[in-house]
């Protein structure tokens, strides 16, 4: 996969070497050193991380901005009047103890675009602009994708406000700590979009055993977050005999262990996941009196994901009873998205024109891309993942592949801004 012939006059050695740079030093802005990337939202190592983020574009020569997400854009004015921008980027929040690589090779591919704007002086027509968003994994705040929800409108101020963290801090209590400003403007028209492109790791191991450098995305699954709550009564673990407990940990796991077959049972590769658990009081020697865990349904095909939201609200109603109480509160919920038909095809003809082999690829992680794709044009590309591992620290792609992935869009970008 190393070896393909790439025409030079990108300066992609450069390139390459930019890249690895902006990777590892985004990669130090981690709460878990030694154990991957743990950058939650609003955190302090999501105040470095910005940072670095902004003055890159700043000596790119972008006009830097934040919303009252804290969502960060780096523009390149176009030069007709009030025109639609090009955005191109990801995010750059992490799961807890994930890897270097998941958001941030999009926003690294975004700044590279625009590094080569720069050098080639181009001139374009409409507005570029790398956007680097918040809390796409939802690791602090719940739900997910939430920079480009809120960009889009599709959460409301007031549902912003009343988010909390696992502490009980609120998103604007988080955003100010870190010295963000909330009364920022939030909702962006999306008549100010021209079109969304966004480089993501592909998170499993397609392209690495086809040895296939670059993917293109057809389509994004259906998925859904659904956080299920337990309420049982808490009591000594030593004095409270076995047939008199209302233990909302036990009623969770006979529950949880259940889920699997729910996935099994409506096939089409529908899967479903249980990652957060939160056990109340948390105590060796105390009954736990009430649990709250994730489920995590997608398929490619809405009507699974739909079936299985309802088979569990059924076990979960089930367990319901002899001083146990049960709810389900759904997080997230997105229907399976395309991607934009002309931009798949600029970028099967911009991945061509270098004689970079691609695929055609279904994407099985949710991304901002499918947020965006109802309000603008949408495309995105894959790049392989070592082992097909990702969400973890041994996450890890080739930096070849990234900066081929930033000639693709560059050359996209050129002709999308109308660039010369
Ligand atoms: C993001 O990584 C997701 O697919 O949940
Ligand atoms: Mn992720
Ligand atoms: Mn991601």
Redo the contacts with the bound molecule.
């Keep these: 996969m190393n070896d393909i012939q790439i025409r030079s006059e990108y300066g992609l050695d450069e390139v390459q070497a930019r890249i690895e740079k902006h990777i590892d030093t985004l990669s130090n802005f981690t709460a878990t050193p030694g154990n991957g990337t743990t950058r939650l939202t609003y955190s302090k190592e999501d105040l470095q991380a910005r940072n670095y983020i902004k003055e890159k574009m700043k000596e790119i020569g972008l006009q830097v901005r934040e919303d009252g997400f804290g969502n960060i854009f780096g523009k390149l004015e176009g030069t007709l009047k009030d025109a639609p921008s090009v955005l191109i980027g ?2 750059f929040d992490s799961v807890p103890n994930g890897g270097s690589y ?2 941030p090779a999009g926003v690294v591919a975004g700044l590279e675009v625009a590094s080569l704007f720069a050098k080639n002086q181009l001139k374009p027509k409409y507005p570029l602009e790398i956007i680097a968003l918040i809390e ?2 939802g690791s602090r705040f719940g739900g997910g994708l939430m920079g480009s929800r809120g960009i889009v409108g599709m959460l409301s101020e007031d549902d912003f406000k009343s988010l909390k963290d696992k502490d009980g801090v609120t998103t604007e209590e988080a955003m100010v700590k870190i010295g963000l400003d909330p009364s920022l403007p939030k909702k962006r028209d999306s008549k100010t979009m021209k079109a969304f492109l966004e480089l ?1 790791i592909e998170q499993g191991p397609i392209l690495e055993e086809k040895g296939i450098p670059i993917g293109i995305v057809e389509s994004i699954v259906s998925l859904t977050q659904l956080e299920v709550t337990v309420k049982g009564q808490a009591g000594h673990a030593g004095t409270t005999p076995m047939d008199r407990r209302a233990d909302a940990l036990v009623a969770a796991a006979k529950m949880i262990a259940q889920l699997p077959e729910l996935a099994e049972e409506e096939g089409n590769g529908t899967v479903i996941t249980t990652g957060q658990l939160n056990v109340f009081p948390n105590g060796s020697n105390v009954i736990p009196d009430k649990v709250v865990f994730s489920v995590d349904i997608r398929s490619g095909k809405e009507e699974n994901v739909l079936n299985v939201i309802e088979k569990v609200k059924e076990l979960v109603d089930f367990y319901s009873g002899n001083g146990i109480q049960t709810s389900v509160e759904q997080l997230l919920y997105v229907q399976p998205k395309m991607m934009n038909k002309d931009i798949l095809s600029l970028l099967k003809k911009k991945t061509s024109e270098f004689n970079v082999p691609y695929c055609s690829i279904n994407s099985g ?1 949710g ?1 901002d891309a499918m947020v965006f794709s109802d309000y603008t044009d949408v495309g995105m590309l894959f790049i392989p993942s070592k082992n097909g591992l990702s969400h973890c620290p041994e996450e890890w792609s080739d930096s070849r592949h990234l900066a081929m992935a930033v000639q693709i869009f560059y050359e996209a970008a050129k002709k999308l801004t109308e660039a010369e």
């Design positions: 990801s995010h998941d958001g796409e994994e993501h992680a991304h």
